[in-house]
C-alpha cells in the first residue's frame, strides 16, 4: 500500500531555530505539494512542484521558507529562523494523475503531516 | 479566482442514516475537478471521491456518492448509511489547469449512536 511519508511527525522548537521537515512522495507520481493547516486559515497551499520543478510558491513567505526537492523521491521544506505564528500541521501530498493523465484528475494523496510547535 | 464554500460548521447524523454534506463552488475554468476529503481526530487527510467537470455520471465510491449538479455549481457528498468511523472533518475541494486544489473551510461530522 503505496503512501507518503513524512518526517519528523512532531517537532517542538524555539523561536529562531531551524526546521526541516521532509517528504517522501509515492513513487511515480509527479507532482509534490506543501500545505499548512491552521485553526484560523484553513489549509494553504505553500508551494509545490512538477517533475522536481518548482511551479508556484507564491504561498510561502519567501524570507524565512525555501522548499526544495533534490531528488524524485525527496522534497523538504525549511524554515529559518521560525517563529510562533509558524506553528501549524504542514502536509506533503503527492499527485496522481491517473490513467487519464489529465491534470483535472489529478487527485493528491497526503501524508501523515508534521505537527510544528514553535516556542 | 477558484472558491470553495462549505456553509455547514458542524452536522449531526444518526448511526445508520444518510447524511448530505453541502458544497458549492466557483470557478471561471470549462474543465475541473472536484474532490471530497476526510480529516479524522487522528489529522490525516483522507480521498474519498472525485467528479470530473465533464463526467456525466455523479460519481460513487462504496458508501460515498458526490451528487453533482452543475448548473448549480454544487458538489454535495452524500454518505449512507452512516457509521460511528464517519465522524470526522470533511473538506470538498477544487482542481483547475495549475494542479492546485483549493479547499473549503469544511465540516464537522458527528455521527450518534
Known amino acids: 500500500d503505496a503512501r507518503v511519508t513524512q518526517t519528523p511527525r512532531h517537532k517542538v522548537t524555539e523561536m529562531g531555530q531551524e526546521v526541516t521537515m521532509r517528504c517522501q512522495p509515492i513513487l511515480g507520481h509527479n507532482t509534490v505539494f506543501w500545505y499548512r493547516q491552521t485553526m484560523m486559515q484553513g489549509l494553504e497551499l505553500l508551494a509545490y512542484?512538477?517533475?522536481?520543478?518548482?511551479?508556484?510558491d507564491s504561498g510561502m513567505p519567501k524570507d524565512r521558507f525555501s522548499a526544495e526537492m533534490p531528488d524524485a523521491t525527496l522534497a523538504t521544506l525549511k524554515i529559518q529562523p521560525s517563529e510562533p505564528r509558524d506553528s501549524a500541521v504542514y502536509f506533503c501530498a503527492s499527485g496522481d494523475p491517473g490513467t487519464s493523465g489529465s491534470r483535472y484528475r489529478e487527485t493528491q494523496y497526503f501524508g501523515p503531516g508534521t505537527r510544528l510547535l514553535v516556542l | 479566482a477558484q472558491k470553495i464554500t462549505q456553509t455547514q460548521p458542524g452536522m449531526f447524523v444518526q448511526e445508520k442514516e444518510a447524511v448530505t454534506l453541502d458544497c458549492t463552488y466557483d470557478?471561471?475554468?470549462?474543465?475541473?475537478?472536484l474532490f471530497w476529503y476526510k480529516q479524522p481526530s487522528s489529522g490525516e487527510m483522507i480521498f474519498l471521491i472525485y467528479?470530473?467537470?465533464?463526467?456525466?455520471q455523479n460519481a460513487t465510491e462504496g458508501r460515498y456518492s458526490l451528487n453533482f449538479q452543475k448548473a448549480r455549481k454544487s458538489a454535495n457528498l452524500v454518505i449512507s448509511a452512516s457509521q460511528l468511523g464517519d465522524s470526522a472533518m470533511y473538506f470538498c475541494?477544487?482542481?483547475?489547469?495549475?494542479?492546485?486544489?483549493?479547499f473549503g473551510s469544511g465540516t464537522r461530522l458527528l455521527v450518534r449512536p
Open positions: 470557478t471561471s475554468d470549462q474543465s475541473y475537478g
Open positions: 512542484f512538477r517533475n522536481r520543478a518548482p511551479l508556484d
Open positions: 475541494a477544487t482542481s483547475d489547469s495549475s494542479y492546485k486544489l483549493i
Open positions: 467528479q470530473g467537470s465533464y463526467d456525466e
